[in-house]
């Protein structure tokens, strides 16, 4: 009743229809990395995978892919969340950052340790009041949760354990 789609057949993948792909990729769904890119051109033309380089590296050529300004792009929006900078390292490994690039951006991020407690302390209050944790089963529980949102152990540690000073 249904065709599946086929993957396109060997004699039918060009240089010119693979880097049409990519570019197409970028325009619909905004910025790639190349790591990512390549991991699509690969799975898509796998029968014939020898343009998927090439098309690549003129992309990269030409500044349409660049993955230092992607980078960076997205490190200033996932600082603004309430997140450690654990859980940005991560979102941006998964993106197919190398760990220089990973490093750069998140070194360059304007942020301080108190703002790491401030938004760690925000979670705390949240989810949990505003009031220090005394059960060590909440204690844990809260601990996890900020830890899996990217604070260190540090942080979160001091979070749980802080006395909200009355206005």
Known sequence: MYQKKSAPKAEDISYQ??????LWL??????????KLQQKADFLFKADRQYN???????????IVN????AKR???????????VNKIKEKLYSKGFCRQTIAACVGALPTTEQDYFDKALTLKVKKFGAEPISDIKLQQKALRHLISKGFS?????????HVSEPY
């Open 53 to 63: 380089e090439s098309a690549l590296a003129y992309l990269i050529e030409r500044g």
């Open 153 to 161: 152990y540090g942080i979160a540690k001091q979070v749980i354990s």
């Open 67 to 70: 993955d230092l300004r992607y």
């Open 17 to 22: 229809r693979v880097k049409s792909y990519m």
């Open 74 to 84: 997205l490190t200033e929006s996932l600082a603004e969340k309430n997140i450690g």
């Open 26 to 35: 970028i325009e619909r769904y905004g910025d790639y990395s190349a790591k």
